[in-house]
């Protein structure tokens, strides 16, 4: 190595320190300090004293709000995911159209995204009240029953955080929409000389080119679902609704943590999460090669 490469070596190392420093303090070693706390009994006000695998043990066979607080989360996941999915693709396909007052609504429908969290859940308390919130009025507009109990009935608790998820969803609509305009548009051109319709287009276009975005947005949607926490502690205060039906897992480790100090239980119940969100991560890069597609692999 000479004089010009060991100074290239060495300026490298320093432009990536500050990110290597930053990983290592905030994020790699909160995370072995907090495994070696999964293996513990600690409350912050003692030592913590090693009990092994116990606080999994007891997660898995004696505490059923542990279950609870899986079920609601997955139910959240399952419905959440794909509809935000959906409804971002949609709204990017509406947004892609060439009109002059077009960057107008891209921006109206992407500002709900960039809301803070805390702050769109109040005003969902609001439209979700039973009395007189804008939801159960439009629907009695609607000639449709307006008396539903959005918030404080154990079955229509989880499906109104679902709706609320669509609330941001102008934050995968623009990714979306920038892979739209990344599909040439010699391709359609093409396809409207051999006579397909819209319909073909977007089956065979549209959505195989498509597929890189929707596999980003899946992935960093799964994530973002399994760790729902400020929008539910806030519109519950940090109860977990009627019997628990919006308990969702990342509020029960928070209660655990910071309401019954059970540090070592919450330890492990983190540690918990993050294998299920690897899991479902690693499936999803497995099979990708299945459905994902790229404008390499329809040329010819």
Not at 13 to 16: P, S, T
């Given at each position: ?11 490298f190392?320093?432009?990536?320190s ?12 909160p ?16 030592p913590?004293l ?16 542990f ?7 997955f ?11 959906a ?16 960057p ?12 803070p ?6 005003l ?9 919130g ?11 029953p307006?008396?539903?109990l959005w ?9 109104a ?19 739209l ?15 397909a319709?819209?319909g ?7 959505l195989?080119?498509?597929?890189p ?8 949607g799964?994530?973002g ?7 539910v502690y ?19 480790l ?15 119940m983190?540690?918990i999460?993050f294998?299920i ?6 499936i999803q890069?497995?099979?990708?090669g299945?459905?994902?597609f ?7």
């Open positions: 190595m000479n004089k010009g490469q060991r100074r290239e070596t060495i300026v190392y320093l432009f990536i500050p990110w290597i420093i930053g990983f290592t303090v905030l994020t790699f070693g995370m072995i300090v907090s495994f070696w706390y999964s293996l513990t009994e600690y409350n912050m006000l003692q913590p090693y009990v092994g695998l116990e606080n999994y043990r007891r997660l898995f066979t004696d505490d059923p709000l279950w609870k607080s899986l079920y609601n989360t139910y959240y996941v399952i419905f959440s995911v794909p509809l935000s999915l409804t971002g693709v949609v709204l990017a396909i509406l947004l892609n159209q060439k009109i002059k007052t077009m107008l609504f891209r921006t109206i429908f992407y500002l709900p995204s960039i809301v969290m805390v702050a769109s859940a109040f969902w308390i609001w439209i979700f009240n039973p009395r007189f804008l939801l159960n009025k439009t629907l009695g507009l609607l000639g449709m307006d008396n539903i918030l404080s009935s154990e079955v229509w608790s989880k499906p955080l679902i709706i609320m998820s669509l609330w941001g969803v102008g934050g995968s609509m623009i990714i979306f929409l920038a892979g305009q990344g599909i040439p548009e010699q391709l359609y051109e093409a396809a409207r000389i051999d006579g319709t819209s073909k287009q977007f089956r065979y276009i549209t195989p080119l498509l597929t975005t929707i596999f980003f947005n899946l992935i960093m799964l994530i679902a399994f760790q729902t926490f400020a929008q806030v519109i519950t205060n940090g109860e977990g609704g009627p019997l628990n039906s919006t308990l969702f897992y990342m509020l029960y928070y209660r655990q943590a910071f309401e019954f100090f059970n540090m070592g239980y919450a330890s492990a983190a540690w999460l294998v969100i690897m899991t479902f991560t690693l890069l497995k099979f990708s299945r459905w994902v790229y404008q390499g692999d329809i040329k010819g």
